[in-house]
């Protein structure tokens, strides 16, 4: 059993944010699916928004996120994350992060669809990988802090699951610790933190065409959505309009700055098309840009658009994109000289893990931030480069409060309650692993073409059934075989599949990006308002001859 003062579950910028912070005040875990860079936020190529010039304001960028919301934000979160943005920002340039200046002097600022004002910082197109290499070595000199590479979360370990007496997501439940698997060795570990944060990413693999990394299988929502925490607006899934189309491109994203930078969508005849769907043409919001996409592919039947950014001058494409443009080239295309193939790929999940200002679930003690959160700050639809601000400063504000929980002194009384260490007991390898390969496409497929940009209720009651079926099985493969990271992602894939379904069923309106053919108008008066998923069913952690058993 391994004991910490602080678990934090994830490694992308809201994880290690928590991180640093944390550990001023207790002993800490970082406990991450991969390598300890690899997260959403390694490959994060626009930037983080942030107000930093005269001409800019908090009032304008929370407008334009408000705007971008569709109606759905929380205005008290968007104005306090647009105004403590620039200090958590600056707190990273004084870590080390190198932001692109111009000429050495000012930081160059980019443009993305939905903001007035160009605001984006970035570290050319690999942002991401500068916040991380800047934090990672950051923790790598801090003391009381232990890495937890390539093991992942199974299940949190409650309160109600130990005593039957409380019950699950209630007011009393509690967050003791997490199930951890070693995925190097097989092994679960029992972790016990007096508060946890969850920092695991989003769920971009649930479907076929992804611009995530490969651990974006949901494993946090899905663990919150079991141990009885509110999950808020999974409908809400964004689809970057502008990924690589090539079979071995693996849905390489092509940062909207490039649009930002004058790019030009256009169709297989040179034209353009979006001044026909929203007056900011190519800048405009992502929903409005990835849908007009999908409309014109499916009119004309072409298997992509092309980004043309052959007018601009090629020193500055290499220049200000050399990561993409070098991705590019491996694959045949020069951007500098022709325009690139493209298509609309599952980005970013919107919905998550409902938490207050404070990045605090409804269970105590247990914290959510970054991509796995619904804090209120993107409502139906994310602003661009938003979603690093969200992590950095929802991690920042919850540092605050989890120290503060370190000081009461109720937590002891509950290690000593035997939690029990995870024993495998009967279950046996499987000899039939074709049915985890099998399983994760039939539902990656089917959210593609059941549950993607465009939507109806036919093809969600459709997606419905089958989502079902499917979990039914994965329960059985999951009890009575020995658990893998496989099994782990295929039961988390198939559960956040679930809960995105019913997030589009319950909605019956369009809004952001929920768009649906059977509703196609947005209903203000009976909409707007989250959905909220929980599942309160009793799951107990008891030990019995056959091993740890935490009920289903
Ligand atoms: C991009 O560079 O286009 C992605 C930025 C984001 O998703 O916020």
């Known amino acids: 059993m391994i004991e910490k003062d602080f678990l934090i ?7 290690l944010t928590f991180a640093l912070k944390a550990s001023q005040f207790g002993s800490v875990a970082i406990i991450t699916k991969d390598e300890l860079d690899e997260s959403a936020t390694l490959y994060a190529q626009g930037g983080i928004a942030s107000v930093m010039t005269d001409d800019d304001s908090f009032e304008l960028h929370a407008n334009d996120t408000l705007e971008a919301g569709r109606g759905l934000c929380r205005e008290d979160v968007v104005r306090i994350i647009c105004k403590e943005g620039p200090s958590c920002v600056r707190e990273l340039i004084e870590l080390g992060v190198q932001f692109t200046r111009i000429r050495g002097k000012d930081y160059h600022l980019s443009r993305e669809g939905g903001h007035s004002k160009d605001r984006i910082l970035h570290a050319n197109d690999l942002t991401g990988r500068e916040i991380e290499r800047t934090m990672i070595e950051a923790i790598n000199s801090r003391e009381n802090t232990e ?3 390539h093991h992942m979360l199974i299940d949190f370990i409650t309160l109600s699951r130990l005593d039957a007496k409380v019950a ?4 009393q439940d509690e967050a003791l610790g997490a199930y951890i698997l070693d995925v190097k060795t097989n092994r679960v570990k029992t972790f016990v933190g007096k508060t946890t944060l969850l920092a695991s990413g989003g769920a971009g693999k649930v479907y076929l065409y992804t611009s995530n990394p490969d651990t974006a299988t949901g494993d946090g929502i899905a663990a919150a959505y079991r141990a009885g925490a509110r999950i808020s607006n999974m409908e809400f899934v964004q689809f970057h309009p502008t ?7 693996k849905s390489f994203l092509i940062s909207e700055t490039v649009r930002g930078e004058g790019g030009i969508l256009r169709l297989k005849n040179g034209s353009t098309f979006m001044e026909n769907y929203h007056s900011l043409g190519c800048l405009a919001p992502r929903d409005i840009v990835a849908r007009a996409i999908d409309h014109e592919m499916k009119k004309s039947g072409d298997d992509c658009v092309y980004l043309d950014t052959t007018h601009i001058e090629g020193y500055h494409t290499r220049e200000r994109f050399p990561n993409i443009y070098q991705t590019c080239l491996g694959f ?11 298509v609309p790929a599952a980005h970013y999940t919107c919905g998550g893990v409902a938490v207050d200002l404070n990045g605090q679930t409804n269970i105590r003690r247990l914290f959510a931030s970054g991509e796995v959160c619904y804090s209120g700050l993107h409502g139906a639809n994310r602003l661009a480069s938003n979603s690093l601000l969200e992590g950095l400063v929802l991690s920042h504000r919850a540092v605050a409060k989890a120290a503060s929980l370190l000081k009461s002194d109720d937590f002891s009384k509950h290690i000593t309650r035997d939690i029990p260490e995870w024993d495998s007991g009967s279950a046996v390898d499987s000899d039939e692993s074709v049915v985890v390969s099998h399983n994760w496409d039939e539902i990656r497929r089917l959210m593609w073409n059941y549950v993607g940009i465009v939507r109806s209720d036919k093809r969600l009651y459709r997606a419905e059934r089958r989502i079902q079926l499917l979990l039914d099985e994965i329960k059985e493969y999951y009890w009575n075989f020995t658990i893998t990271k496989n099994t ?3 039961r988390n894939i198939a559960l956040t599949a679930q809960l995105i379904i019913m997030g589009a069923l319950e909605r019956k309106e369009s809004r952001g990006l929920h768009f649906t053919l059977d509703h196609p108008h947005t209903d203000d008066q009976n909409w707007k308002k989250d959905t909220v998923l929980q599942d309160t069913t009793r799951r107990l952690i008891t030990k019995t001859s056959h091993g740890t058993t935490l009920h289903e």
């Open 9 to 15: 579950i994830g490694s992308g910028i809201a994880g």
């Open 147 to 149: 890495i937890f590479p």
């Open 168 to 171: 699950p997501g209630s007011s």
């Open 243 to 249: 990924c690589l189309y090539h079979p071995q491109a």
């Open 332 to 342: 045949g295309f020069d951007m500098a000289r022709e325009p690139i193939p493209v």
């Open 488 to 490: 782990l992602e295929l």
